[in-house]
């Protein structure tokens, strides 16, 4: 199995860069693989400037990693080579500098197709490995072991050997699709407010959101608890409901070939907008693997700002509404009795029940979304000071902007759905390695 490894990027690089190239020299020198180590800016600030004086800091240091940089300017390349008679729309939301979490996520998609890979390891500018954070010294632990190990692996080659549950409902013979762990550390400060007054209102939150409420409490219990202790203990388990407090984290997973068929949603500023094919995966039935090598997680202060708070809200808004109105995706039946996405005919009546059920989303029943947006805004924030009361009102004067904007998105996913096949298809022909090189013969995609 060909693998890459991302680290997407909105900051200076050089924290988790520098903790993160060890997990690659691991693979070089214990399983005998040199994975290409990707640095995805999606801006141009200037700390891009400082990332690429890293980068080539650490080429020198270490030339036998394959360390690649993929600036705007070489993304721009890229997509206009992919998208070379198609969607100019689907286009420039690729190369928008805009916070779009399902865009960063569907880049990395496409891009492991051009590195002729099956599967990539994603880590994210903001993590660091646990042993380089901890405040006494502690193992090396490295979620890319297993990664490496388990991913596109049969669930009945390993599951007698491993100390691990919840088979329910996952066939033997079905591949490990997604590894991941969690973060430690520092977790969301937005929702770490209301924890401090009280974990009742973060039950109350997590099932307006569209979590079960008899879970929320596990779901508190395991990822938002203020003197979380670390386990130095492997622990594994198969994750098979969205409901599972046992979920990974984006910035610590790796995927097998499910990118290949899912695109996230591309929600401009929509909070957990990149969870859509982890957790479709997990409502097909695929299995995905949780194991406990959590990566360190830093949270910025910035977010204690008014507009930064504010923009967090509107991106929590907009994941409320979509969570909802996807969760007839993530509960139902959308396989047809189809027990393999990876067979063409199973996909293509799979892909046809998404795009048909997505297309009709903004005419669902605007009174439910709006009233479910207002009891977020009613019974969380303005209940709870001042400041959560200001950027209640400013929600509530702009609910219909809000749901307008989710519309437009969700149309479009559903046409990026239908037209995914064609751009993996595309990306397959086109070798990123080569492209960088300037050797336009090998990007060779069939129109």
């Not at 990707?38 to 690429?52: G, L």
């Amino acid at each position: 199995m060909k693998s890459v490894y991302y680290i997407p990027t909105n900051r200076d690089v050089k924290k988790s860069l520098e903790s993160y190239y060890k997990e690659i020299l691991y693979a070089i020198y214990h399983n005998n693989v040199n994975i290409p180590l990707v640095v995805v800016e999606t801006n141009e600030k200037d700390f891009v400037k400082h990332n690429k004086n890293y980068i080539n800091q650490l080429k020198h240091k270490h030339p036998e990693l394959n360390i690649i940089h993929m600036t705007l300017d070489v993304q721009k390349q890229y997509f206009d080579i992919l998208f070379d008679g198609k969607n100019n729309e689907l286009k420039k939301i690729f190369l928008s500098t805009d916070c779009n979490y399902g865009t960063v996520m569907n880049k990395l998609f496409l891009m492991t197709s051009s590195f002729d890979s099956e599967a990539f390891h994603r880590r994210d500018s903001d993590t660091r490995l646990m042993c380089d954070e901890a405040k006494e010294e502690i193992e090396s632990r490295y979620p890319i072991e297993i990664e490496l190990k388990y991913l596109g692996k049969p669930i009945s080659s390993f599951s007698n050997k491993m100390n691990i549950n919840s088979f329910a409902d996952i066939k033997g013979n079905q591949k490990i699709c997604i590894v991941g762990g969690n973060y430690f550390g520092e977790w969301n400060l937005e929702l770490k407010d209301f924890a401090r007054k009280s974990y009742t209102i973060m039950y109350q939150l997590l099932e307006i959101v569209g979590f079960k409420k008899e879970v929320t409490a596990d779901m508190c219990l395991d990822l938002y608890q203020f003197d979380k202790k670390y386990d130095p203990k492997d622990s594994f388990s198969i994750v098979n409901s969205l409901n599972d407090s046992k979920y990974p984290d984006c910035g610590n997973l790796a995927v097998y070939k499910i990118h290949e068929y899912l695109p996230a949603l591309q929600g401009k500023n929509t909070i957990a907008s990149d969870y859509f094919t982890l957790d479709t995966a997990v409502a097909l039935g695929l299995p995905l693997l949780h194991h406990n090598r959590d990566v360190y997680h830093e949270y910025h202060t910035l977010r204690d700002e008014f507009n930064k708070k504010l923009m967090y809200w509107k991106g929590m808004i907009k994941f409320v509404d979509f969570f909802n109105l996807y969760m007839k995706i993530y509960t139902g039946n959308i396989t047809n009795g189809c027990d393999e996405i990876f067979s063409i005919n199973a996909f293509h009546q799979i892909k046809i029940e998404l795009v048909q059920y997505i297309s009709q989303l903004p005419y669902s029943s605007q009174s439910e979304r709006v009233e479910r947006i207002q009891r977020l805004v009613t019974e969380i924030l303005f209940d709870f000071n001042d400041t959560y009361k200001l950027i209640g009102n400013h929600i509530l004067k702009n609910i219909d902007t809000y749901i307008e904007e989710s519309n437009r998105e969700y149309i479009q996913h559903a046409r990026l759905i239908n037209e995914w096949p064609d751009l993996i298809k595309r990306a397959k022909n086109i070798y990123i390695p080569e492209l960088l090189s300037g050797n336009k013969r090998s990007v060779h995609y069939i129109k």
